[in-house]
């Protein structure tokens, strides 16, 4: 089996994260991981083709704002809260609060549009 890479603590870097985060499809994803703690890539409500959100969770992953546990065929996706924290103090909080109160915010019922407006671009 394929090994993960999981960048160290002090390998994290600022403008990944940021950029990994300016995604609104990987924004959704660390949303929605927050809200649960835990999920799996098939239990992560987008409208996108399995290649399509296994390359968002790889962003998310080889930034360090994700962790991906593998178990038997699953990938279990959890937040890198208390490194993410140490580095970068309030940075995940703040985003996370400003995408729930922002008009733009993206939910499971609007998501198909976004993506296909995307698609577009």
């Not at 990994?20 to 994803?29: C, E, G, N, Q, V």
């Not at 996706?77 to 993206?106: Q, T």
């Not at 998501?111 to 698609?119: D, I, N, R, Y």
């Amino acid at each position: 089996m394929k090994v993960l890479h999981h960048p160290d603590r002090d390998d994290l870097h600022l403008s990944s994260v940021l950029y990994a985060l300016s995604d609104p499809i990987r924004l959704f994803i660390v949303s929605e991981i927050k809200k649960a703690g835990e999920k799996s890539c098939g239990d992560i409500g987008v409208p996108v083709v399995k290649s399509t959100l296994s390359h968002h969770a790889r962003t998310l992953r080889e930034c360090g704002i994700v962790n991906t546990r593998v178990q038997g065929t699953l990938r279990l996706l959890s937040l890198r809260e208390a490194d993410l924290e140490f580095r970068f103090p309030g940075l995940l909080h703040a985003i996370l609060d400003a995408y729930e109160k922002s008009e733009d915010k993206i939910t499971a019922d609007n998501l198909a549009g976004h993506v296909e407006k995307a698609e577009r671009q």
